[in-house]
């Protein structure tokens, strides 16, 4: 599916229970979540984004401010949302999301929901479950067990707002 495709789509175009999915994570889910995986399922959904700094990466006031244009990746680049292929995948899709992605560190209420595809390998995107913002981390960049000494940062405040780039 292509990622114009899903933006247009409504949250909660698909009636879905998430409970069994919050007893696997062990807490409830956040509204981002909930209006992602309301709208569609599938393998996945791609897209387009150009990543001009200050337009969609959001300045944190960190020296990760300026990953994207410090390492050229400014211009266009491949997105992949992960989507589960039905109900019945969903729980387990969605507990993978929150803990496969952290090798076992401690990163927080973070679930990895695709992969920004640019000239230095594939950055996390994350759905943050506490603030609801779309964040991105690189972390192949050094391994790091700690969330913040990995290059990270917002893409959107919200997935609607994300959604909203490939408007």
Excluded at 62 to 85: H, I, K, Q
Excluded at 118 to 140: A, P
């Amino acid at each position: 599916m292509k990622l114009t495709n899903l933006s247009k789509k409504e949250r909660g175009s698909l009636a879905i229970d998430f409970t069994e999915a919050e007893q696997k994570v062990g807490f409830p889910l956040c509204e981002g979540i909930k209006s992602l995986y309301t709208r569609s399922f599938g393998k996945g959904a791609s897209g387009v984004l150009n990543l001009r700094e200050k337009v969609h990466i959001k300045p944190q006031g960190t020296r990760w401010d300026t990953w994207f244009s410090f390492n050229n990746c400014e211009g266009n680049c491949e997105v992949m949302l992960s989507m589960p292929g039905s109900e019945k995948e969903l729980a387990d899709f969605i507990a993978y999301g929150f803990h496969e992605w952290t090798g076992g560190n401690d990163f927080g209420k973070r679930m990895m929901i695709g992969s920004l595809f640019v000239n230095i390998g594939d950055i996390c995107i994350l759905l943050n479950n506490d603030t609801g913002k779309v964040e991105w981390i690189d972390c192949g960049y050094g391994y790091f067990d700690t969330y913040d000494e990995n290059p990270n940062g917002v893409l959107a405040d919200s997935i609607e707002e994300f959604l909203g780039f490939f408007e």
